[in-house]
């Protein structure tokens, strides 16, 4: 039910721009839950001064100006933060994002299967990433992934199909049968424009997962060591 709420709330604030009273008064929804479902999709300045003219409460008004203030300054901040670390990024060698791959795969890559390389993540620049660095350094072109998606009954399953392909730039070919699941009433509501599924890479060979798992393995030996000679010399 709150995953179906929350969508419905989602949909009255994009599709019709609402207050949070109006939503309220349609849904029922508490204002605290509001807040926490609606916290990044303020209302444009045009819209308020459109509603105040249609008779809007000053308070309302006020309170979605004031959300929409904070927000321009957390918008600002974050930039400030990006840019420095972007600066940081810049430094970077070849060698930190052979790590980087590494670390990626051990928290989301599966361990499990000794013959197969396979890695699941609902961010496509995570999964491009991840593409390239197989190829930069395992030597796997991408011509050699096979991919695939799962997805909610509530998306369109076509577009979202078309967004991955285009996205990872990947043949139609390479996609296996699309998986679609039910929304439960536990499930994450997909409808964000934001929000494409989760996309599955999968890449067949025993000799590549091998070099993986014993890279990984390799940098986390070398870190424990390198812990354990700095607390000998302590």
Not at 101 to 116: A, C, P, R, T, V
Not at 165 to 171: H, I, K, P, R, V
Not at 203 to 216: F, H
């Amino acid at each position: 039910m709150n995953a179906q709420l929350r969508e419905k709330a989602i949909q009255l604030r994009l599709g019709q721009e609402l207050s949070y009273a109006e939503i309220r008064s349609r849904l029922g929804v508490p204002k605290s839950t509001l807040c926490y479902w609606l916290r990044e999709l303020p209302l444009s300045k045009e819209r308020i001064l459109e509603l105040r003219r249609q008779g809007w409460q000053k308070s309302e008004a006020k309170i979605e100006i004031f959300r929409a203030t904070m927000r321009e300054k957390r918008e600002q901040k974050c930039q400030e933060i990006y840019s420095e670390q972007k600066k940081k990024m810049q430094l970077l060698s070849k060698d930190s994002f052979f790590t980087a791959g590494l670390m990626l795969y051990l928290s989301e890559g599966n361990k499990m299967d000794y013959s197969q390389i396979a890695l699941a993540n609902t961010d496509c620049r995570v999964i491009k990433f991840f593409i390239q660095w197989l190829d930069d350094f395992l030597g796997i072109a991408k011509d050699k992934v096979k991919v695939a998606l799962n997805l909610y009954e509530n998306m369109d399953i076509e577009k979202e199909k078309k967004f991955w392909q285009d996205e990872l730039g990947l043949a139609e070919s390479q996609f296996y049968k699309t998986a679609i699941r039910k929304l439960q009433k536990s499930s994450f509501s997909y409808k964000e424009s934001f929000r494409h599924g989760t996309c599955a890479l999968h890449i067949m060979g025993a000799d590549k997962k091998r070099e993986l798992t014993m890279a990984i393995k390799a940098f986390l030996d070398e870190y424990e060591e390198r812990i354990r000679a700095c607390s000998s010399v302590g």
